[in-house]
Each structure stands twice: as structure tokens, then as C-alpha cells.
Nanobody
Framework: QVQLVESGGGLVQAGGSLRLSCAAS????????MGWFRQAPGKEREFVAA???????KYGDSVKGRFTISRDNAKNTVYLQMNSLKPEDTAVYYC?????????????????WGQGTQVTVSS
């Protein structure tokens, strides 16, 4: 079992930056592909970014060039650096883990989920 806890969310003005963290316990994250998803009010959960165990990355179209996913296996933590934030980035952001070598964009492929952290971008 893997337990995931997100942190780093908050309120930021448009154009600002935030860095989300996802700390894991229970097992080493080095065995997993890690992903970030988000869900805005009234909308479906959408893929944001993923990173494989060897560092391969994939991003959703709406965040390419603005967000960066990274991992520190020694700290058992995954990060999401979010720059040039827009009001439409407002959502609850979830960290997830899947026992696969591939950076899947489908939430159904992920085995473990955190509780989420709220990100609010004001205009």
C-alpha cells in the first residue's frame, strides 16, 4: 500500500507560481509512475502531468510549457512546479501512483490517490 499526501496549494494571483508536493509513505516511489490530476467544480477530473520511474514526462495540453513535474526518489516525493498560473487552473489537485513503466493519462490506470490540495488562482 502507498499513502500519498499533497501539500503546497493555496491562493495565488494570475501570473504567479506555486509548487505542489506529494509525499509518499508505505513503499518507495521509485517503483511507481507518478501523476498529477486536477478537478475543477462541476468538471471531470483531468490529467495534468506524469513522470515515470526513469524520468520520462508527459503533460496535459493546457499546462504544457507552464508546469513541470519532477521527483526525488530519495525523499519519496513528487513535485509539480506551476508557473504563469491562470484562473482556469483553479482546481483541487490530486497526486496519484501507478505500478507501471508508462506515463498513463487515464485516471483509471492509477492505483493510489491522495486527498487533494486546493489551488485557487485569482484574476
Amino acid at each position: 500500500q502507498v499513502q500519498l499526501v499533497e501539500s503546497g496549494g493555496g491562493l495565488v494571483q494570475a501570473g504567479g507560481s506555486l509548487r505542489l508536493s506529494c509525499a509518499a509513505s508505505g513503499r518507495s516511489l521509485s517503483e511507481y509512475t507518478m501523476g498529477w490530476f486536477r478537478q475543477a467544480p462541476g468538471k471531470e477530473r483531468e490529467f495534468v502531468a506524469a513522470i515515470t520511474w526513469i524520468g520520462g514526462r508527459k503533460y496535459g495540453d493546457s499546462v504544457k510549457g507552464r508546469f513541470t513535474i519532477s521527483r526525488d526518489n530519495a525523499k519519496n516525493t513528487v513535485y509539480l512546479q506551476m508557473n504563469s498560473l491562470k484562473p482556469e487552473d483553479t482546481a483541487v489537485y490530486y497526486c496519484a501512483a501507478q505500478s507501471s513503466y508508462y506515463a498513463s493519462v487515464g485516471q483509471e490506470d492509477y492505483d493510489y490517490w491522495g486527498q487533494g490540495t486546493q489551488v485557487t488562482v485569482s484574476s
